[in-house]
């Protein structure tokens, strides 16, 4: 009996042991964590540390008191959030949006790509990934300021056109059937080009020796490009499709609200805009936080539901 406990004082415990290896694998691979450690930094001080702001949305928050000195209440500002009369009308506004752009912008960067990838000569391919690239570094203001003076009513050249062609003008810009198209229309625009890098980087790691042996099978480009090209960045494809499944509930907070106005509010009003008017111009904070929360619940659901299923299917998925 002597003898167990005195080995059992000797040996280390299973925890030291773990933590232990775990402090010789990083020593081992000291220089790849050292390069992650501004991204590690990066997401504790910018997604994990403001998690404790979460707790708002349980509180009837006052920001003279903060958040230990609010009033608790529980599921409140849920419960008003949900039996709220916009509620519905946002979440079908949010994800007509995002179901419109997912089916019409998610393959566009992948067919560009294709394209771009199939350019021989490399001053030209250049010069074209070059042009495509730039719209995304254009704020939302440039965008929209374009937009108008191209769409408008008043000045803009398309209704020009039209007028002088002896036809009555289109507001683009104030009818309701046209917003969710022009939204989905200025995203192909600004950031198809941007979306190609990842697709572009996934197809310049396939082996050449596949084209090469397809060549000699007489395989023709387009062949090539489905049975060689398309299965290689497939792994990519279904990763980045998860995570944008991710933000089914978000939409570009800053493109809305700019874009919005009162004739075409009823398709517009979704839950950032909302967040906004009455968290930050009406002073509820509570109930900004809780429409955020829920964003976040949302975006959780869709990317492990989309996650398992992918797995079932018998693909990687992103863990």
Do not use: C
Request: charged content about 15%.
């Amino acid at each position: 009996m002597e003898t167990t406990e005195t080995t059992a004082l000797i040996q280390p415990s299973s925890k030291a042991k773990t933590g232990s290896r775990l402090w010789m694998r990083i020593l081992q691979h000291k220089y790849m964590y050292l390069l992650a450690l501004p991204g590690i930094i990066f997401f504790i001080l910018f997604k994990f540390v403001p998690m404790w702001g979460l707790i708002i949305a349980f509180l009837k928050y006052n920001p003279y008191v903060g958040v230990m000195g609010s009033e608790w209440i529980g599921l409140k500002n849920f419960t008003e959030l949900f039996s709220d009369t916009k509620f519905y009308v946002m979440l079908r506004n949010t994800f007509a949006i995002n179901i419109i752009a997912l089916i019409f912008m998610f393959p566009l960067p992948i067919f560009l790509a294709l394209m771009l990838n199939e350019v021989r000569h490399e001053t030209f391919k250049r010069v074209n990934q070059s042009i495509v690239y730039l719209p995304h570094f254009l704020s939302w203001v440039v965008v929209a300021s374009m937009t108008f003076f191209i769409l408008s009513s008043d000045v803009g050249i398309i209704n020009k056109l039209i007028a002088g062609a002896g036809h009555e003008r289109i507001a683009f810009l104030s009818n309701p059937n046209y917003f969710w198209g022009l939204l989905t229309a200025q995203n192909m625009w600004k950031e198809a080009g941007w979306g190609t890098i990842i697709f572009l980087a996934a197809m310049a790691g396939v082996d050449p020796q596949r084209y090469e042996a397809a060549v000699v099978d007489g395989a023709s480009r387009w062949r090539q490009i489905w049975h060689i090209t398309l299965p290689a960045i497939r792994p990519t494809i279904i990763i980045l499709l998860i995570l944008r499944l991710g933000h089914m509930a978000d939409v570009g907070f800053e493109q809305v609200l700019l874009m919005t106005n009162p004739l075409v509010n009823s398709v517009a009003e979704v839950f950032d805009t909302y967040a906004y008017t009455i968290g930050i111009l009406k002073g509820q904070v509570s109930v900004g936080v809780t429409v955020g929360m829920f964003k976040g619940v949302v975006g959780l659901v869709l990317v492990l539901t989309s996650n398992y299923i992918v797995k079932k299917l018998g693909h990687d998925g992103i863990y």
